[in-house]
């Protein structure tokens, strides 16, 4: 477990800089209003794949996992979910071609877009098949193999974009979205075919199986359903914020403002999460190994710890953040902008980060169907709100609208975990934690901004020093942290037990789980 958790956790954090640093490229290329066409461009590139794939890729996954468990071929589900998979794939590429002036003259507002989105269009299909070939090696285990695909389907999209932009000298939209589209393109058909050729389908017995239509169908369409409606909403809410922000009267370019939040700002905050979405798929697991054994109390356990040291990262990378936001907005896109809304952003960190993890318990404890319906409930309130709020509020309407649905959405999730968990929450180490994060920002006022590397790291490494030292001596953090999260990541024994239990009763735990072992 540890070997896969670090290759996952080092590609993750390897592909979200490579990917970030290419943002930064891309925004002094083309500004932040190129910025904010690409991410509209992007946002209906995702919707069309998400129809076209129809949760292909978590069909591909479930039912590989199956046939390798029961040491029979994955040709049949492999199949199967080809076949799935073109069914509506190629009819969704040939409507978002036929689509495409009408999406982009008038839902995206620009007819720049249009030549990006021929170029999505043309290679739909092989990246919804991309996305099948990558749930057969996930369910093989065959990490080494997806991590150096990946690392090699990046390299080409960064590649052929520069080749692209180099020869188009210029910093016009339309060019920079074409060799986005072309070089996303060009890598994912790259990666398709090397995953092709390096399939492993196992060993037939006997008569091969006709791929399982019902099962595909069965499997993919709930899923694929889900997935639509999210992606729906989640395209709306991303075409409606520059149209209803250019009513704002304070807006000035309304496609730059865009450009700015979600083109820079975001990845900025969410690049952290690299880290914990490989402890979320650890949790997982673990609660996976924990359901086998009798004894709510490792669970609950399981879930204090979990969501303690998720908090406890959050308000670290938020404090850094909030730390070197003006110079690293500076640093990365020469944009006072983009550091002012690093700043404002950054106190909403530890919620983002923690409801990963709430969302990663909650599918170990098989509760994926109520996260689903809370995803699309906050994803229809989020729309409304901005419909309502943006040209009443601006930008500000946009924070409000952002802080309200992640927060509704995070305790829903929070709530449902605590009772699936028969665990009750206690504020009090939370708080705590928090006020020391605080107080650990607050000498970052009184330092003089800085240009360059040295204006973001000084005041980052002076935040983490206080709070470390706060937390130490308010007995925030002990050593048993330390310990618990490496016994998690090293894995391979069972769940720890809690602290409070008496030492007669952890021999006994430990003589009963041997002797399950054995």
């Known amino acids: ?209 006709r791929p399982p239509w019902r099962r595909v169908f069965g499997l993919s369409l709930p899923v694929g359903l889900a997935d639509d409606l999210r992606a729906g909403l989640s395209t709306v809410e991303n075409l409606i914020i520059p149209r209803r922000l250019a009513l704002y009267a304070g807006t000035v370019n309304a496609m730059a403002d865009y450009g700015v939040l979600h083109g820079m700002v975001f990845p900025v905050l969410m690049f952290p999460t690299a880290i914990l979405a490989s402890l979320a798929d650890l949790l997982v697991a673990e609660f996976s190994r924990c359901a086998r054994r009798p004894g709510q109390i490792r669970v609950r356990y399981l879930v204090r710890q979990g969501l303690r040291v998720s908090w406890l990262f959050g308000v670290c990378a938020a404090g850094t953040i909030f730390a ?44 994926q169907s109520a996260n689903a319906r809370y995803n699309l409930l906050t994803n229809l309130l989020d729309v409304i709100l901005l419909w309502l709020l943006l040209p009443r509020f601006g930008m500000g309407g946009y924070y409000c ?34 006020l020391c994060g605080a107080a650990a920002a607050l000498p970052v006022f009184l330092l003089r901004p800085q240009a360059g590397i040295p204006g973001a790291a000084v005041p980052a490494g002076c935040y983490l020093l206080a709070l470390f030292s706060l937390w130490l001596l308010f007995r925030v953090v002990g050593p048993r942290d330390g310990r618990w999260l490496l016994g998690l990541l090293w894995g391979g024994g069972p769940c720890w037990d809690p602290p409070s239990a008496s030492s007669s009763g952890r021999r006994l735990s430990s003589r009963k789980a041997a002797e399950e072992d054995h």
């Not at 902008?337 to 950054?346: K, N, Q, V, W």
Request: overall charge positive; hydrophobic content about 50%.
């Open 324 to 367: 070197a936001a003006r110079p690293l907005g500076e640093l990365l896109y020469h944009s006072e902008a983009a550091g002012a809304c690093l700043r404002l952003y950054a106190p909403l960190v530890p919620i983002l980060y923690l409801d990963i993890v709430v969302d990663a318990m909650c599918k170990g404890l098989g509760q």
């Open 401 to 434: 609208s952002f802080a309200v649905s992640h927060l509704i959405n995070f305790a829903l999730s929070l709530r449902r975990l605590g009772q699936s968990a028969g665990f009750r929450f206690t504020p009090g180490p939370a708080v705590k934690a928090s």
């Open 1 to 209: 477990m540890f070997y896969g958790a670090l290759l996952l956790t080092g590609a993750n954090l390897v592909l979200r800089l490579a990917g970030m640093s290419f943002q930064v490229y891309l925004s002094g290329r083309i500004g932040a209003a190129g910025v904010g066409l690409l991410q509209l461009v992007l946002s209906v590139r995702m919707l069309a794949f998400t129809l076209g794939s129809s949760g292909a890729r978590t069909c591909a996954l479930y039912l590989s996992a199956e046939a390798l468990g029961r040491r029979r071929s994955v040709r049949p589900a492999l199949s199967g979910c080809i076949r799935y998979c073109l069914l509506f794939g190629l009819p969704t590429a040939a409507g978002l071609w036929v689509l495409t002036p009408r999406i982009a003259g008038g839902w995206i507002g620009d007819p720049a877009a249009e030549s990006a989105l021929r170029a999505f269009a043309l290679f739909l299909p092989v990246s919804c098949l991309n996305g099948v070939m990558t749930g057969l090696f996930t369910a093989a285990g065959r990490l080494r193999a997806l991590v150096a695909v990946e690392f090699l389907e990046q390299g080409c999209a960064i590649a052929v974009t520069f080749a692209l932009l180099a020869r188009w000298a210029g910093g016009e939209a339309e060019r920079a979205c074409l060799s986005v589209a072309l070089g996303s393109s060009a890598a994912g058909a790259l990666s398709l075919g090397t995953l092709w050729l390096l399939r492993q389908e196992g060993a037939s017995q006997g008569r091969e199986d």
